[in-house]
């Protein structure tokens, strides 16, 4: 939003704001639960990226909205070291990072200081997240801003963002935006829920997932505590004039994430971290747009084949039933009772009828109970192998290519079937294209086979980037692998091979080199390191 678009709506102001209406105040509702929960934010920025507050600023104003839990998701690439778990004001703060990827943004929760800058295709980062134990959600899948959009739902992520506050704004005509703007200063928290609608699209595809795997489905605050949306937010966090608007605690008394505890919070803030991401991961978790009714309690259960809802809100709504996405039943508040018809993803909605949007939000929104039978979500069975045909590469010899700043030397002792081994240095500095590699003409022999095989370990935690390159064009094709200092066998089928930059799709008939890349995707400028590896040969 420009200065000028502010300024103009100040103006307005005073000439608009007796005609307009404000958005009601939150209907109070009696607390009445038996089971331990507590009420959270997530999808946070501080000064430590592109928001204006720092971690304390955001912690209180959690307290002064009634926050037990907040999660902070400042931009990076993993590296920087998380801060341990604390109570800072009363409140829980847990520190996560929001990773950019090639296919979008990619939240890691639970994520210890990574080893090496966590970048690239999503399908690796979600690997690496995975691997360091964190928990991936998949942020604002359906930004307006195609660049901040989801791009690969193939990927296996653990959870997404079905509900984003900064895109649920995007969408927003200009002129709602400023008559929120107006409406803001008296009632911050029901003007930002009048801008919610219900995100359709997103609600499909996370049904569409669902019927296949578990995926965790969250409410995202993305709150920075300032208005003006930058060109991207990865890096191009903007220094100059801006509101502090939406507050951190407008956001957080906008709406928010209850989990549910097998005990409730306490002191230990290591302790409580843990179990507050162990509901996440279990999907023991369900939104509520609090600015429409407050304190928002949801009970829902399967008991044999008898779903049961039930909130604290008593009248004015509907409890709706989906069974893999669509309406099974629906009941008026306060409670839905339903007979499942045969195994699948069951979740619940409810609705108060003085709820905004267009469609009306969900003032509640469940994660699934999935009735499947065992074996369902596994992954399936390998694959019969098929006798392999094996042809050993000799080509050669290896030889080591590499930026002007940067160092890289082969060794090979026992030329030319031994092991092989680069040791690199990337040139220091800001990221710049540095890149070391290991190199072997292969002259024909990717021909009429489907996949790289090798085994391989590495002097630390790192990416290496398996490449294919064709003579005259220079296209290259790239599978990125990872190594640390145990020896393993790596595969890299050919159909996984993706072009370095643009380009039509790998044909192994026409590459005649195969690289083994360290570049500045996962290898800090300045990093040395080592890696080895042995029996390099092409399969089918
Ligand atoms: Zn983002
Ligand atoms: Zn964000």
Redesign the pocket.
Same mark, same amino acid.
């Not at 704001?17 to 929960?37: E, R, T």
């Not at 008559?179 to 803001?184: E, G, K, S």
């Given at each position: 939003m420009s200065r000028l678009l502010i300024a103009a709506a100040v103006l307005a102001a005073a000439f608009l704001f007796a005609a307009l209406p404000l958005p009601s105040s939150p209907i109070a509702l009696p607390a009445a639960s038996s089971v331990s929960s507590a009420r959270g934010s997530f &999808?946070i &920025?501080t000064n430590r990226s592109d928001g204006s507050g720092s971690p304390d600023d955001a912690a209180a104003a959690a307290a002064r909205a009634g926050l037990n839990f907040i999660i902070l998701?400042d +931009?990076g690439d993993g590296t920087r070291k998380p801060d341990a778990p604390q109570y800072r004001a009363g409140v829980l703060v847990i520190d996560a990072v929001?990773l950019s990827t090639e296919a979008g +943004?990619y939240?890691a929760i639970g994520l210890p200081q990574a080893p090496y800058p966590l970048r690239g295709e999503a399908r690796d980062v979600i690997a690496d997240v995975r691997r360091l134990g964190g928990f991936g959600v998949v942020? &604002?899948p359906d930004s307006s801003k195609p660049s901040l959009r989801w791009r690969d739902w193939d990927t296996d992520f653990d959870a997404m963002e079905w509900l984003n506050a #900064?895109t649920e704004w995007r969408d927003e005509r200009g002129d709602l935006l400023v008559r929120a703007l107006v409406r803001y200063p008296f009632r911050p928290a029901a003007t930002l829920a009048s801008l919610l609608d219900r995100p359709d699209a997103t609600l499909t595809r996370w049904d569409a997932l669902t019927q296949r795997r578990r995926v965790v489905a969250l409410a995202?605050a #993305?709150a920075?505590a300032r208005a003006g949306w930058m060109d991207d #937010?990865a890096t191009g966090y903007r220094r100059g004039w801006f509101l502090k608007i939406p507050s951190y605690e407008a956001s957080f008394r906008t709406f928010a994430m209850r989990v549910t505890l097998d005990r409730p919070l306490g002191t230990d803030a290591a302790a409580d971290a843990r179990l507050v991401i162990d509901a996440l991961r279990k999907g023991s978790v369900y939104s509520a747009v609090d600015a429409i009714a407050s304190p928002a309690t949801l009970e829902f259960s399967a008991v044999s084949r008898t779903l049961t809802a039930r909130t604290n809100a008593t009248s004015g709504g509907t409890i709706v039933l989906r069974k893999d996405g669509r309406v099974l039943a629906q009941q008026p508040l306060p409670a839905l009772t339903a007979e499942a018809t045969g195994e699948g993803t069951y979740r619940v909605e409810v609705y108060l009828d003085a709820a905004p949007g267009n469609p009306p939000i969900p003032w509640i929104l469940s994660n699934p109970i999935y009735l499947q039978s065992d074996g369902w979500g596994s992954p399936s069975p390998a694959a019969q192998a098929l006798p392999t045909i094996t042809r050993g590469i000799q080509g050669g010899p290896w030889h080591a290519e590499k930026d002007d700043g940067s160092t890289a030397q082969v060794r090979q002792d026992n030329y030319p079937i031994g092991p092989v081994e680069l040791t690199f240095r990337l040139a220091g500095g800001d990221r710049a294209g540095q890149y070391a590699a290991l190199g072997i003409g292969v002259g024909k022999a990717l021909t009429e086979r489907t996949h790289l095989a090798f085994s391989a370990r590495a002097s630390r935690p790192m990416r290496v980037s398996v490449q294919a390159r064709h003579p005259q064009s220079g296209d290259r094709w790239q599978r990125s692998i990872y190594l640390d200092s145990d020896v393993r066998d790596v595969i890299v089928p050919f159909e996984e091979m993706t072009p370095v930059g643009s380009g039509p799709r790998f044909d192994p008939a026409l590459a005649d080199t195969v690289l083994f890349v360290i570049d500045t995707t996962n290898t800090a400028p300045g990093t040395e390191g080592s890696f080895t590896l042995e029996n390099l040969r092409v399969e089918r």
């Amino acid at each position: 939003m420009s200065r000028l678009l502010i300024a103009a709506a100040v103006l307005a102001a005073a000439f608009l704001f007796a005609a307009l209406p404000l958005p009601s105040s939150p209907i109070a509702l009696p607390a009445a639960s038996s089971v331990s929960s507590a009420r959270g934010s997530f &999808h946070i &920025h501080t000064n430590r990226s592109d928001g204006s507050g720092s971690p304390d600023d955001a912690a209180a104003a959690a307290a002064r909205a009634g926050l037990n839990f907040i999660i902070l998701t400042d +931009h990076g690439d993993g590296t920087r070291k998380p801060d341990a778990p604390q109570y800072r004001a009363g409140v829980l703060v847990i520190d996560a990072v929001e990773l950019s990827t090639e296919a979008g +943004h990619y939240i890691a929760i639970g994520l210890p200081q990574a080893p090496y800058p966590l970048r690239g295709e999503a399908r690796d980062v979600i690997a690496d997240v995975r691997r360091l134990g964190g928990f991936g959600v998949v942020a &604002h899948p359906d930004s307006s801003k195609p660049s901040l959009r989801w791009r690969d739902w193939d990927t296996d992520f653990d959870a997404m963002e079905w509900l984003n506050a #900064d895109t649920e704004w995007r969408d927003e005509r200009g002129d709602l935006l400023v008559r929120a703007l107006v409406r803001y200063p008296f009632r911050p928290a029901a003007t930002l829920a009048s801008l919610l609608d219900r995100p359709d699209a997103t609600l499909t595809r996370w049904d569409a997932l669902t019927q296949r795997r578990r995926v965790v489905a969250l409410a995202g605050a #993305d709150a920075h505590a300032r208005a003006g949306w930058m060109d991207d #937010d990865a890096t191009g966090y903007r220094r100059g004039w801006f509101l502090k608007i939406p507050s951190y605690e407008a956001s957080f008394r906008t709406f928010a994430m209850r989990v549910t505890l097998d005990r409730p919070l306490g002191t230990d803030a290591a302790a409580d971290a843990r179990l507050v991401i162990d509901a996440l991961r279990k999907g023991s978790v369900y939104s509520a747009v609090d600015a429409i009714a407050s304190p928002a309690t949801l009970e829902f259960s399967a008991v044999s084949r008898t779903l049961t809802a039930r909130t604290n809100a008593t009248s004015g709504g509907t409890i709706v039933l989906r069974k893999d996405g669509r309406v099974l039943a629906q009941q008026p508040l306060p409670a839905l009772t339903a007979e499942a018809t045969g195994e699948g993803t069951y979740r619940v909605e409810v609705y108060l009828d003085a709820a905004p949007g267009n469609p009306p939000i969900p003032w509640i929104l469940s994660n699934p109970i999935y009735l499947q039978s065992d074996g369902w979500g596994s992954p399936s069975p390998a694959a019969q192998a098929l006798p392999t045909i094996t042809r050993g590469i000799q080509g050669g010899p290896w030889h080591a290519e590499k930026d002007d700043g940067s160092t890289a030397q082969v060794r090979q002792d026992n030329y030319p079937i031994g092991p092989v081994e680069l040791t690199f240095r990337l040139a220091g500095g800001d990221r710049a294209g540095q890149y070391a590699a290991l190199g072997i003409g292969v002259g024909k022999a990717l021909t009429e086979r489907t996949h790289l095989a090798f085994s391989a370990r590495a002097s630390r935690p790192m990416r290496v980037s398996v490449q294919a390159r064709h003579p005259q064009s220079g296209d290259r094709w790239q599978r990125s692998i990872y190594l640390d200092s145990d020896v393993r066998d790596v595969i890299v089928p050919f159909e996984e091979m993706t072009p370095v930059g643009s380009g039509p799709r790998f044909d192994p008939a026409l590459a005649d080199t195969v690289l083994f890349v360290i570049d500045t995707t996962n290898t800090a400028p300045g990093t040395e390191g080592s890696f080895t590896l042995e029996n390099l040969r092409v399969e089918r």
